[in-house]
């Protein structure tokens, strides 16, 4: 894709041009990263298709425009807005309020063009007036949005992608299009599994290229994963709602704990650990190991790296431990809230974990020695590297659980256009954009 925007300012009083300047423009890697989902966000399984909501790209996820006082590095990664711009103007769909800031998108002259698709904006005298020196494509969301980041309701900065545009009360909780994803995907490849009883099914998943789509596409199953392989194994134990995963980025395989428990006097936590290949199916080692004591397993989450496995309770007496994965001999425990929940998952090679503590009250954890430590406070949104940028997870507690939600970033440019000279807009001077987009 390729673009260019041509400046033209009209004098008010006459009604001529009195300027008018073409520039090319960069384009970043913004709608790679956010039509390559990562595995956790497909959530066709379910719930409804957000490709509805992506499609067509032109007036959706490049919908919307930024006028920016200040330069940006023209780095095709480096795509998120940075918090020290200067503010000059904005604009996504029609507009007709009072927005010093907000332009209205020109319905008349936007449409397709010969190899691509032509988007253009109006500012009256009164709106975006200051020195233009950068100017770059967004989602319209945020062009709606003109830069008020605290705007969520309206979708300001973050917005759910199964419902984009809508109120954050309809987010879908996170899903998958064929069982439970882990933490594996390649390009458009991704992996999951199902169970029934003992018997495992392991999925390999396709979906389209995105980078064979064009701005002017609508797309309507773009995000429905195709099935392409899937392996069947029995396994020692049966799976149950109550067992939880792990994909090992270190050896690359899938770890699957299931317990069950005895009591007599005290309870007994009896828990199986199981290696298996995701590439061949194979089980490739099991392991058995018990917990005693007043202990809580109401439910649990585990994680393992570098030879040992870090698993946490939830409920009343709720303890976090740290096992030893050759022998399965406890290293270190540490008490949990009352009645607290515990996350465990993965971060940029270290194992993260939020502890619920009262009401909407949370803790951020990470690994550190043998167990993991304080780091942080509370926070509205946590991420792994499963949902790099645009997408974050936000959590949140309805009394019984923590509940994760997909969640994603409005405010990237997916191009950034320096102008090679900076352009002043005055309340003398009408401003229009015409953005051209062309393969």
């Known amino acids: 894709m390729k673009g260019k925007a041509t400046f033209i300012l009209t004098d008010k009083y006459t009604k001529k041009p009195v300027k008018q300047i073409t520039e090319h423009n960069l384009v970043t890697k913004a709608l790679e990263k956010v039509l390559f989902p990562p595995p956790i966000t ?18 959706k996820l490049i919908g919307g425009i930024v006028l920016l006082g200040n330069t940006l590095p023209e780095n095709a990664e480096d795509f998120m807005i940075p918090p020290d711009i200067i503010p000059v103007g904005a604009a996504g769909k029609e507009y007709t309020g009072t927005n010093p800031c907000r332009g209205t998108l020109n319905i008349s002259m ?7 698709y032509m988007l253009v904006w109006d500012f009256a005298p009164e709106k975006a007036n200051g020195v233009i020196k950068c100017v770059g494509l967004t989602n319209f969301c945020y062009g709606n949005a003109a830069f008020l980041k605290t705007n969520e309701q309206n979708c300001g900065i973050c917005t759910p992608p199964i419902n984009m545009g809508q109120n954050l009360a309809s987010i879908p909780t996170v899903m998958s299009v064929l069982g439970r994803f882990y933490g594996k995907a390649e390009g458009t490849r991704l992996y999951s599994y199902t169970y029934t009883s003992n018997i495992l099914t392991l999925y390999e998943s396709e979906i ?11 797309i309507s199953d773009f995000k429905t994963a195709k099935v392409v392989s899937e392996k069947e194994l029995e396994l020692p134990v049966q799976l149950s709602s109550s067992s939880m995963h792990f994909y090992c980025r270190e050896d690359g395989c899938l770890y699957l704990l299931a317990y069950n428990y005895t009591f007599n006097k005290v309870t007994i936590y009896h828990f199986t650990l199981m290696k298996i290949d995701p ?45 030893n994965l050759s022998n399965c001999s406890i290293l270190a425990e540490r008490s949990l809230t009352h009645a607290g929940t515990f996350n465990l998952f993965e971060w940029n090679g270290y194992i993260m974990g939020t502890e619920m503590l009262s009401g909407y009250y949370y803790k951020f954890f990470a690994e550190y020695e043998n167990y993991p430590m304080l780091c942080g406070g509370p926070g509205a949104e946590v991420t792994c590297d499963l949902v ?13 659980r923590t509940n994760f939600y997909l969640m994603m970033r409005t405010d990237y440019l997916a191009t950034i256009n320096n102008l090679s000279a900076p352009l002043e807009k005055t309340d003398r001077h009408a401003l229009q954009i015409r953005y051209e987009l062309t393969y």
């Open 42 to 59: 497909r959530i066709t399984m379910g719930t409804s298709n957000f490709a509805d909501n992506y499609f067509p790209i032109c007036n």
């Open 110 to 116: 936007s449409g397709p063009i010969e190899n691509g």
């Open 208 to 218: 389209s290229d995105p980078r064979n789509i064009k701005v002017g596409d609508a």
């Open 279 to 323: 590439m061949t199916g194979r089980l490739l080692d099991e392991k058995n190991f018990e917990i005693s004591g007043e202990k809580s397993f109401s439910g649990f989450s585990f994680a393992i790296k570098q030879g040992k496995i870090y698993l946490s309770g939830s409920g009343n007496y709720a303890t976090l431990f740290t096992i």
């Open 388 to 400: 790099p940028i645009p997408y974050s997870l936000r959590y949140s507690y309805d009394s019984t």
